[in-house]
């Protein structure tokens, strides 16, 4: 974590402030550790753009500095449930990466906080990922965060010149359950959140995809109110 500078200004941050809970959890362990927060949030004309709204709860209620919401329409190219004309699976998580996989997201995401960083300055990026309770995601895992902070100090003016970029992942060894902890611990609302990649047109989640599942499990488990509305109960 970089050091807290001591003439009395708060060292920046970006943050990657999709509107889900790991990305709440995720910006104010960022404040609550010093950093003032650049939020960023990607409209990709994802399936699920009532997350923007979520995002932008998040980022009144952890009080950011600056709050981007920066149009990237990956529907041009495709290739998963969220960016084009296809199913969200409802089955229940399974072992392959599944079809809400959208290419090279977080790689993408990563670069262009990474961009914002540079030209504020900042020296610390912070991304929600989770290895343990996700859906196979390959851009969720630690190998990938390890490389990208790699590629980061070859990539850029101020690595070029000996910097550093600090690429935090301070999710990703938690369960689904321990992220509903951290939380209430951080005095959050997580129905300001929103996680479902289909949500229904009365605005329920829909209660089966997997990022439901996996949300509601881990409330589950940790025995606290989710305060999400379901349209479906978990075994259909």
């Known amino acids: 974590m970089t050091a807290i500078d001591t003439s009395g200004a708060r060292p920046q941050a970006v943050v990657l402030l999709s509107g889900g809970l790991d990305s709440m959890v995720c910006a104010a ?3 609550e550790q010093g950093f003032a927060v650049l939020a960023l949030t990607f409209d990709y004309n994802q399936r699920h753009r009532i997350e923007l709204d979520a995002a932008r709860r998040v980022a009144e209620r952890i009080g950011v500095e600056r709050h981007v919401v920066l149009p990237l329409d990956l529907r041009a190219f495709g290739g998963s449930a969220l960016t084009a004309d296809i199913a969200v699976p409802k089955a229940g998580v399974g072992p392959d990466i599944p079809v ?23 020296r610390d990026i912070f991304i929600g990922v989770n290895a343990l309770d996700y859906s196979g995601y390959p851009d969720c895992r630690p190998e990938f965060i390890d490389g990208f902070q790699s590629l980061a100090r070859i990539a850029t003016a101020f690595g070029d010149r000996g910097g550093m970029v600090a690429i935090h992942a301070p999710l990703q060894h938690l369960k689904k359950a321990e992220i509903a902890r951290e939380a209430t611990r951080l005095g959050l609302d997580p129905a300001q959140s929103w996680s479902c990649y289909d949500p229904q047109p009365d605005g329920r989640a829909c209660g089966l995809c997997d990022s439901c599942r996996l949300r509601r499990a881990g409330f589950a488990e940790a025995g606290i109110e989710d305060g999400t509305a379901y349209a479906c109960s978990a075994d259909g």
């Open 29 to 31: 362990l960022a404040r």
């Open 100 to 122: 809400t996989y959208v290419p090279a997201r977080n790689l993408v995401f990563l670069s262009l906080a990474l961009a914002w960083a540079e030209a504020a300055g900042a």
